[in-house]
């Protein structure tokens, strides 16, 4: 009896034993994937799907239209001629009458319109571009004229005089290419943009200036009356200046895009006028 149970407690301690392997095996196999899983989540090794971004890069043209204000100060552009014409006189060098302000600044708002022309490109969600933009003003600046009688300004010889000083200015067809450089950030199919750039542009321009001067009593033998008038400026005036601003671009298509910007300029002065534009505008465009 004790005989013939041996093998059979044998065999049956030998599958437990079997039985134990394999689920310890089965454990062994089971905890490191568990483990491994729990550790990627913990390095936030998680798998995203991609990212999307609307895609900038490339070339693209369009058009604009909106209304700019123009401003331009007229207070110096008499100088130039009066300092010209008196250059040689001991009027001038000692009492000055060119500096003598006759007219003044003169602001209009009205309707301009151009194009635009650049080269985006792109990493992930970052754009930088150049870009060329041409805007025409329809403003037509008419300077306030305001005539100046003086008295009492000494030649340094004796001589008093009473000068009396008008002029007019205008400025018209302004018209201007930017280049600028543009940085912005793609949020889903809107681009919020800034931009810095530099100006050329022309204008018609015509300064007049007319200036009497009378001797007063009490001077001597050789003063003289005398009068004169000149002007400046010229069609097509060349003027340089600066520009920067910021806009918005929505991706209506894969293609075609509406913009929304606002541009300050600042030219640099042209025979003693100071000339500044702020512009509101929208645009379409298109991108190859």
Known sequence: MIAGNRPRKARRMKGRQMRWVISALLVLGFVPQALAADLDILRGSEPVGPATFTNWTGFYVGGQGGISDADADFSGATQPTIAYVLRDTALENTS??????VLGAADQTAASYGGFFGYNTQWQDLMLGVEANFLHTTAALFAPSNPIARSGLSDGEGNSYTMIISGTGTMA??????LRGRAGLVLGDFLPYGFLGAVVGV????????????CEPGSTPICSNFAFSASAGRNYALLYGATIGAGLDYAMTQHFFLRGEYEYTLFAPFDGITLQVS???LGLGYKF
Request: charged residues 10%.
């Open 96 to 101: 000055h009458p060119s500096e003598l302000p």
């Open 279 to 281: 512009s509101a505008r």
């Open 173 to 178: 067809d302004l018209n201007y290419v930017a």
């Open 203 to 214: 204008a018609n321009i015509n300064v007049t200036t007319a200036v009497q001067g009378f």
